[in-house]
């Protein structure tokens, strides 16, 4: 069965402190590996989409990379305005459907 | 460009009523997904549909109806509210069944009493 986990359920960051959010997944044929972010009260915003192991995309201050069993959501330099909830999702191989993890709530603090 | 619209935001059912959760995309997408997101759980797919006139179950379609009669409207049906319903209902859709991702409208808040 398609498993995605992420880690930690939440994260408390000061302004600047850099860290990652895990990704963990068990997928039998992985059809690419996405990003979003969610802030409160609205849909999640699709951020990045990796396929294959080894591959890295950025945008501003997040990086994301991905392994065979995994992927990291780099943050660097993280500012206020970071804030919010990160899901990780994988696609499956019947119709496109995405499996989300539970996603990480992320704080940076001024 | 609106994107995905649903509607209503918010909605407090009784226990045992029905309602309709409305959804409409102006992209021309044929895929379309409703999901559920309940806290600390994640996103759970209810209903999917890959064109106007064809659906299919997800992992927790119990409970939950849809139909795709355009390709523009994903409506999601609940008969016989349960108090396991509430939750935030998200409707998503796609070009080319996920490869680039989904657009998400911005969710219905549901509370069943």
């Known amino acids: 069965e398609d498993q995605v986990t992420q880690s930690p359920e939440a994260l408390r960051l000061q302004e600047g402190e850099s860290s990652s959010l895990n990704c963990s997944y068990t997928v039998s044929g992985l059809r690419g590996l996405f990003w979003y972010r969610q802030d409160p009260g609205k849909g999640p915003e699709f951020l990045f989409t990796?396929?294959?192991a080894g591959e890295e995309k950025e945008k501003e201050r997040l990086k994301a990379t991905l392994t065979k069993k995994e992927s990291f959501l780099h943050i660097t330099a993280p500012k206020p305005e970071d804030s919010a909830t990160y899901l990780c999702a994988v696609r499956d191989n019947q119709g496109g459907k995405l499996i989300f993890g539970q996603g990480t709530e992320l704080s940076v603090k001024p | 460009n609106a994107g995905v619209t649903q509607t209503p935001k918010f909605r407090i059912l009784k226990i045992g009523q029905s309602m309709t959760l409305q959804c409409a995309q102006d992209?021309?997408?044929?895929?379309m997904y409703w999901y559920r997101q309940d806290p600390g759980m994640g996103l759970k797919l209810i209903y999917y549909s890959v064109g106007a006139g064809i659906t299919d179950k997800g992992e927790v379609p119990n409970g939950y109806n849809v139909s795709r009669s355009t390709t523009e409207d994903f409506p999601l049906r609940l008969e016989l509210a349960a108090p396991s319903q509430t939750s935030v209902y998200f409707c998503?859709?796609?070009?080319?069944?996920?490869?680039?991702?989904?657009?998400f409208g911005s969710g219905t808040r549901l509370t069943v009493v």
């Open positions: 990796l396929y294959s």
């Open positions: 998503a859709s796609s070009s080319d069944g996920g490869a680039r991702g989904y657009t």
């Open positions: 992209m021309n997408h044929n895929y």
